[in-house]
């Protein structure tokens, strides 16, 4: 079954860090780029990050850059998103999804996973 | 960054009628547009891309048409299952990618 699963959500205090998982079946990571976007509850969709089909490349929105890492593990075919310095305003529900290697549509989400940033 | 306003931001409509959705880019971005669904609870799901082809899987009565900077998606008769919120995303000039801001079609 092609699907993805993100895992790794949950409560953290301000000023520290979360990893998120995000496992890949049916289908090889390494043919598509991967992506996250987030989404603050009862808000819109926010792209936050994304890993070029062949790891060679990341790019990463303003509101998360040099914050968090986007990576990925063709050997358990997952992708990672490492959040540092978290603040309130990255509360959200946080996706993660593919799109063909050039073509940045996203054709498969996974269900999410919350992250609460909260003391 | 490209900016994408969506409009109305609230259509209330009937089953059986026609939906008409409108999605506005601040730059023009040829016609690399798609067009998602959300429900409650739910994760988006993609149904058009690239303007105006539909994804896997999508029935016939979603639509979409555009380029340059105006965009439409199109129900042509809405069934039940259809009232959710409809989000547009540009992958002309990345990064980043961008959402617009959604419309919700509501009973």
């Known amino acids: 079954q092609v699907q993805l699963v993100e895992s790794g959500g949950g409560v953290v205090q301000p000023g520290r860090s979360l990893r998120l998982s995000c496992a890949a079946s049916?289908?090889?990571?390494?043919?598509?780029?991967l992506h996250w976007v987030r989404q603050p509850a009862g808000k819109g969709l926010e792209w936050a990050a994304v890993i070029w089909y062949d790891g060679t490349k990341e790019y990463y929105a303003d509101s998360v850059k040099g914050r968090f890492t986007v990576s990925r593990d063709t050997s358990t075919n997952t992708l990672s998103l490492e959040m540092n310095s978290l603040t309130a305003d990255d509360t959200a529900i946080y996706y993660c999804?593919?799109?063909?290697?050039?073509?940045?549509?996203?054709?498969?989400w996974g269900r999410g996973t919350l992250v609460t940033v909260s003391s | 960054e490209v900016v994408l306003t969506q409009s109305p931001a609230t259509l209330s409509l009937s089953p059986g009628e026609r939906a008409t959705l409108s999605c506005k880019t601040s730059q023009t971005i040829s016609r690399y547009l798609a067009w998602y669904q959300q429900k409650p609870g739910q994760a988006p799901r993609l149904l058009i891309y690239?303007?105006?082809n539909r994804a896997t899987g999508i029935p016939a009565r979603f639509s979409g048409s555009g380029s340059g900077t105006d965009f439409t998606l199109t129900i042509s008769s809405l069934e039940p299952e259809d009232f959710a919120i409809y989000y547009c995303q540009q992958r002309q000039n990345w990064p980043p990618l961008t959402f617009g801001g959604g419309t919700r079609v509501e009973i």
């Open positions: 049916g289908f090889t990571v390494s043919a598509y780029a």
């Open positions: 690239d303007a105006s």
């Open positions: 999804a593919r799109s063909p290697p050039t073509d940045w549509f996203l054709d498969l």
